[in-house]
């Protein structure tokens, strides 16, 4: 029982369900998230000249001889600064508030407006979320079914613990779950124009 109402959890946190408690400072209070960092940390090599850059979460295997070095031919694709990453982080904490704010209130449109296009199509589409496990028949009914069943079981938002830049359009939010980091990211946000939106694990690879 303990463990299917953990999965119960995080498959709501799948819909939005995260908290978004910041600082003064409009940052988390939970992790790397808390200072404004990603998973993008500092190497020794930017004592070298790249001060201005952080990479993407590379973590070297010692073990196995490897260093995480990025190749040159996908640095470009990788890289982001210092004041990119604290912009994006801002604008997708601010995306779930929003996401929030939408299942207290029921606004449905602003919701939908917070998804990318594919996590619409897919979630309005009857079999796949028959395939998800979810009663849904379509996304306005996928909507409700997430506010009913947050409100029958009581599920409280969940904390974040950081949020990783897998690509600079592409980030992965982590959450606190029985006060460890759960493994696996519950949630995926997609860059499309200046804009980061609620998307699926598969997009933006």
Same mark, same amino acid.
């Given at each position: 029982m303990r463990y299917a109402a953990i999965f119960l959890i995080l498959a709501l946190a799948l819909g939005g369900c995260v908290s978004t408690k910041r600082s003064r400072l409009g940052e988390p209070q939970a992790g790397d998230a808390k200072s404004g960092k990603s998973v993008n940390k500092k190497r020794e090599n930017e004592k070298s000249g790249n001060e201005g850059s952080l990479p993407r979460a590379v973590e070297p295997d010692v073990s196995s001889g490897e260093t995480g070095a990025i190749p040159e031919s996908s640095k470009e694709e990788t890289l982001l600064t210092r004041v990119e990453v604290q912009k994006y982080t801002e604008s997708i904490l601010n995306v779930i508030e929003s996401l929030e704010a939408c299942y207290a209130s029921g606004d449905y449109e602003r919701w939908k407006s917070?998804?990318?296009?594919? %996590?619409?199509?897919?979630?309005?589409?009857? =079999? %796949?979320?028959?395939?998800?496990?979810?009663? =849904?028949t379509g996304l306005y009914s996928f909507f409700k079914?997430?506010?009913?069943?947050?409100?029958?079981?009581?599920v409280t938002a969940l904390k974040i613990s950081r949020i990783e830049f897998e690509k600079p359009w592409k980030a992965l939010v982590f959450v606190i779950l029985e006060e460890k980091e759960f493994p696996e990211p519950q949630h995926t946000f997609i860059k499309i124009g200046n804009s980061w939106l609620k998307g699926l694990p598969e997009e933006g690879d």
């Open positions: 917070l998804l990318t296009p594919l %996590y619409r199509e897919k979630h309005d589409d009857a =079999a %796949y979320l028959r395939a998800q496990g979810w009663t =849904a079914l997430l506010i009913a069943t947050r409100k029958q079981g009581n």
